[in-house]
Structure formats: C-alpha cells, structure tokens
C-alpha cells in the first residue's frame, strides 16, 4: 500500500511513510470489510461514514509538516486510522468526532494498540477545542462549505491547518500555514469527503 499508493504519488516524508508502514490499518475496519483495508479507496466503517483513502491521510498528515513535540487537534475521528498515525508523529492528539458510537470503537482500537497521547471529545468539533488551543496542526477530515473560522482562531504561530473545503460531493484540499510573516492559504487538488455536519460545516 505504502510503495504503491504512497510514495509513487510523490509522499516523501520518511516519518510518516514509516509510520503507515507500521499501524495495522485492517484492526481499524469492521470485520465485514477487513479484507478490503489496504486498497486504494475509502472503506465504509458504519454509521454511513468512511475511513480515508490512504493516499488522502498520508498527504494531509504531510501537509502538517509535525514533529516529536507538535499538538494536534483532528476534527472527524472516525475510524481512528488517522489518528493513530497522528499520534504517531506528534507529541499529543486531541480527536473530536460526533458520532459516539465511532468514537467509543476509535478509542477501543487506539487503546488496544497501546496509545496514550489521545484525548478524545464527541461533539461539534467545526467549533474546535478552544481550551487546549493553540495547535501546531489542524486537519479535518469532513468536508466543510468554507475553512471554519473557529479553527484559524484555534491554530498556533507556527502552524498548518488542511482540509477539504467545497460542496458535499466535491472539494479542493486547502492548507493554511501561519508563519510570523502572516497566512497563506494554498489550494492543492481537487477531493472527495463525507460532509462536516455542524456549526461551521452543514446542516444535518
Ligand atoms: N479520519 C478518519 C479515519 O481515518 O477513519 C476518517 C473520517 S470520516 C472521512 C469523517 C468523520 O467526520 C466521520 O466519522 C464523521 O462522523 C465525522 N464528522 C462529521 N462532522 C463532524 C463534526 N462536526 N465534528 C466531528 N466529527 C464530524
């Protein structure tokens, strides 16, 4: 998966391809659709959500460009893929998902697997974690109608915010980096994400 779907497509970051190379993606799926864990797709996890196309968690974790000491706030657990190669990588997760049932199977896994830098929330999470902000990385993995302003408020200097922003059955992949010389907004290709029901995302 990694060689193939990853690096071929031009992910370069020795940490996090290591880090894919590691987790055990298939514990993170549902028995029904296990043996379809490492292809090159998303992969229904119940509740009509989905757990990401590799290559898409691989790019936006590259994006965020973390380090041994980087917090980092992920908005849409889901399955906890994503976050187990988060936390990985950085020194603290704080995961928000608002379905409790993926949360509670999320957490089981992550726990199972012997990570202890997550802290979990089910709620809205368009509207953040404002008090453990400020974060040296933000990703969603929802699609919003338009970068939520409660999570550029909640980025830190420095700092890297990505996410698919757009309509529901399209989006771009869109990066904020905050450096002291201010914020550049980047669009990068186009995607497609379940939609972030919320405040800051879309009705239900
Ligand atoms: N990163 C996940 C993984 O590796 O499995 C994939 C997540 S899935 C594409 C998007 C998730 O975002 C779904 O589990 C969905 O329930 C969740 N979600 C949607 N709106 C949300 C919101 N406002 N706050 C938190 N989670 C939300």
Not at 14 to 36: K, N
Not at 54 to 72: D, G, I, N
Not at 142 to 167: E, K, T
Request: glycine content about 8%; proline content about 7%; overall charge neutral.
């Amino acid at each position: 998966m990694v060689t193939r779907q990853i690096e071929r497509r031009g992910v370069r970051d020795a940490a996090v391809l290591t880090a894919m190379r590691a987790i055990p993606r298939h514990e993170f799926i549902p028995e029904r659709d296990r043996h379809r864990a490492y292809e090159d797709h998303p992969v229904p996890i119940g509740s009509d959500q989905t757990i990401s196309q590799p290559y898409m968690v691989a790019v936006m974790t590259e994006r965020l460009r973390l380090h041994r000491k980087s917090r980092v706030l992920e908005i849409g657990t889901g399955s906890g893929y994503q976050t187990a190669v988060l936390a990985t990588l950085a020194a603290e997760v704080f995961t928000i998902e608002r379905l409790p049932e993926l949360s509670a199977r999320a957490r089981m896994t992550l726990t199972a697997l012997g990570y202890d830098n997550i802290r979990y929330r089910v709620e809205d999470g368009s509207v953040g974690w404002p008090e453990a902000a400020p974060f040296d990385g933000i990703i969603v993995t929802a699609a919003a109608p338009r970068v939520p302003a409660a999570l550029v408020a909640q980025l830190g200097d420095p700092g890297v915010l990505a996410a698919p922003i757009g309509s529901r059955g399209s989006q771009d992949l869109v990066t904020i980096s905050r450096s002291e010389d201010g914020d550049v907004t980047t669009t990068h290709f186009r995607c497609s994400f379940v939609p972030l029901i919320g405040v800051e995302g879309f009705p239900d």
